[in-house]
């Protein structure tokens, strides 16, 4: 069975603090991995995507990823108030086209 | 420029009603989707067109029936829609299917439908 798992939260960090969110997911043939924010009432944002192991840095955000262990992982360094929101991890299966599967999403909250 | 539009932002229709949703992009992506997402639940995929095509059609009922007009357009008509039907509904893009990696996908703002 296709699986992506998050925690659902909330994460709860101070501000200018790392937040650190993860997910977890079960078909080692997937090759791509995907970060989306998500606002109440607003539509997802890519925030960032990874297909090989080790990390991947944009700005504050770095994703890494871990396929033995079938694990990624989105730090958010100096976290703002702002990035208060939902966090979603993607990921595609092996073999499919176009077909992502979401995880149900950590719901972050950082406090001023 | 990412940006995917869809129209209208919000829809309110009956259950007897016929509607359309719109989504547009001009990124010259290959592969667009749309997906349905109820509240506190991350999205689910709905249909998935490639080069105009329908690729994927993920068991979706007759009274949602999309069309691919062109490269840039993608629209869900529905029809004798249910309440239950209520949600966001996104359309989104990609620069193609991709073979192996999936290329990543951006939303579009969503439609906001209500079925009374």
């Known amino acids: 069975q296709k699986e992506v798992e998050q925690n659902s939260g909330p994460l709860s960090v101070p501000e200018g603090a790392i937040a650190s969110l993860n997910c977890t997911y079960s078909?080692?043939?997937?090759?791509?991995f995907f970060w989306y924010r998500q606002y109440s009432g607003k539509s997802p944002e890519l925030i960032m995507f990874?297909?090989?192991?080790g990390d991947k840095e944009d700005g504050r955000f770095t994703a890494q990823l871990n396929k033995a262990s079938q694990y990624v992982s989105l730090l958010i360094r100096d976290s703002q108030p702002s990035d208060s929101a939902t966090y979603l991890c993607?990921?595609?299966?092996?073999?499919?086209?176009?077909?992502?599967?979401f995880g149900k999403g950590t719901k972050l909250s950082v406090k001023p | 420029d990412t940006e995917v539009t869809q129209t209208p932002k919000h829809l309110v229709m009956g259950m007897t009603n016929k509607k359309s949703l719109k989504c547009e992009q001009h990124?010259?992506?290959?592969?667009m989707y749309w997906y349905k997402q109820k509240a506190k639940k991350p999205p689910e995929l709905m249909f998935v067109?490639?080069?105009?095509?329908?690729?994927i059609n993920e068991s979706v009922p007759s009274r949602f029936s999309p069309e691919c007009p062109n490269s840039s357009l993608l629209n869900l008509h529905l029809h004798a829609l249910q309440p239950e039907d209520s949600a966001l509904y996104l359309c989104?893009?990609?620069?193609?299917?991709?073979?192996?990696?999936?290329?990543?996908?951006?939303f579009g703002p969503g439609t906001r439908l209500t079925v009374t």
């Open positions: 993607a990921v595609n299966y092996g073999g499919s086209q176009g077909n992502l599967i």
């Open positions: 990874i297909y090989s192991n």
């Open positions: 078909d080692r043939g997937s090759q791509s």
């Open positions: 989104a893009s990609s620069q193609d299917l991709g073979r192996g990696i999936v290329y990543e996908q951006y």
């Open positions: 990124m010259g992506h290959r592969a």
């Open positions: 067109y490639s080069y105009e095509k329908l690729s």
